[in-house]
């Protein structure tokens, strides 16, 4: 894993546990069974720090619709998408 990387991950792990949502037994309700612990427009905040450690702009499209239902599916998903469009651009 490059130092990139590293930094990318641990930046999306930081983010999901400063925002998620807690889900759990005790007081969930239907609605948030309905909602992501981290919904998509919030997921779109961290754009901002992404680009900070890889020095250019990242599109939107690398967040998933609807968001992402758990830390390692934010953090594999998301980190997996940047990469990718990351090595497709010069």
Do not use: C, H
Not at 29 to 45: K, N, R, Y
Not at 51 to 63: C, D
Request: aromatic share 6%; no cysteine; hydrophobic share 45%.
């Amino acid at each position: 894993m490059s130092s990139v990387e590293a930094k990318l991950r641990a930046q999306l792990e930081n983010f999901w546990d400063e925002r998620a949502l807690p889900v759990g037994p005790e007081g969930a309700s239907i609605v948030d069974a309905l909602v992501a612990p981290v919904e998509s427009m919030t997921a779109v905040e961290v754009l901002v720090d992404i680009e900070e450690i890889v020095g250019k702009k990242i599109p939107s499209a690398v967040i998933q619709a609807g968001g992402y239902m758990s830390r390692d599916e934010f953090v594999e998903k998301l980190s997996a998408k940047v990469i990718e469009y990351l090595g497709s651009k010069p």
